[in-house]
Nanobody
Framework: QVQLVESGGGLVQTGGSLRLSCTAP????????MGWFRQAPGKEREFVAS????????YYGRSVKGRFTVSRDNPKRTVYLQMNNLRPEDTAVYYC???????????????WGKGTLVTVSS
């Protein structure tokens, strides 16, 4: 079992920045591919970013590419999502996830955090 704990969400104005963190205490963190997904009210869960075990492969969803950056610190068992130039359409609950292979499919991720809310005001 892998416990994932997100933090860093909040309210920000359009054009602002936030950095989300996700820690996995007690896990063999470097064994997992890490991902970020988001879900806005009334919408399906959307892929945001994924990063492989040692960051050799990184992928972004089309709507965030060029604005968001995913990174990881394996000794700290933490993955980050730096979000810049935020837009109202980025408003969602952001979830951290862990899995065994690089993917953009939420169904392939075996472990999930409870999510952190990001609200971007216009």
């Amino acid at each position: 079992q892998v416990q994932l704990v997100e933090s860093g969400g909040g309210l920000v104005q359009t054009g602002g920045s936030l950095r989300l963190s996700c820690t996995a205490p007690g896990s063999t963190f470097s064994n997992y591919v890490m991902g970020w997904f988001r879900q806005a009210p009334g919408k399906e869960r959307e892929f945001v970013a994924s990063i492989s075990w040692h960051a050799e492969n990184i992928y972004y969803g089309r709507s965030v590419k060029g604005r968001f950056t995913v990174s990881r610190d394996n000794p700290k068992r933490t993955v980050y999502l730096q979000m810049n130039n935020l837009r109202p359409e980025d408003t969602a609950v952001y979830y951290c996830a862990a899995g065994g292979r690089v993917t953009t499919d939420a169904g392939d991720m075996g472990y999930w955090g409870k999510g952190t809310l990001v609200t971007v005001s216009s």
